[in-house]
């Protein structure tokens, strides 16, 4: 008998490498990513931080899902943690942890679009 394969599952998790470990993360768990330099801190759930060797374009391309999207050069977040956007004085999003970001000129209109479509 021969044994079946059972169809292919969407990722739901991602891995971290860290100078110290490599953390298992859930796609569901990152709050934000934020560029720094040649590496990348994300923000996750629970509060705490990880800063991976990675560059944001390197999450751009990992975190596929259509809840995430680039605001800025510098940030990815997750629009299912966004708390309120903030039109006044530019346009920042504010996300859990009083996490503050801006989002840039040319991508206003477009977040504006994908929230409304959530």
Not at 9 to 28: G, P
Not at 34 to 43: D, G, P, R, W
Not at 72 to 101: A, F, Q, W
């Amino acid at each position: 008998m021969e044994e079946q394969l059972s169809p292919t599952k969407e990722a739901t998790r991602f891995l971290i490498n860290t100078v110290e470990d490599t953390k298992v993360v859930r796609f569901d768990e990152v709050v934000c990513c934020v560029a720094e330099s040649n590496y990348t801190k994300i923000h996750l759930s629970d509060g705490s931080k990880v800063l991976a060797s990675k560059t944001l374009k390197d999450f751009e391309t990992i975190l596929y899902q259509p809840h995430f999207f680039r605001i800025h050069h510098s940030y990815l977040i997750n629009l299912n943690y966004i708390r309120r956007i903030i039109k006044t004085d530019g346009c920042m999003v504010e996300l859990p942890n009083n996490v503050m970001l801006d989002v840039s000129r040319t991508k206003r209109d477009e977040l504006m679009q994908k929230v409304a479509s959530l």
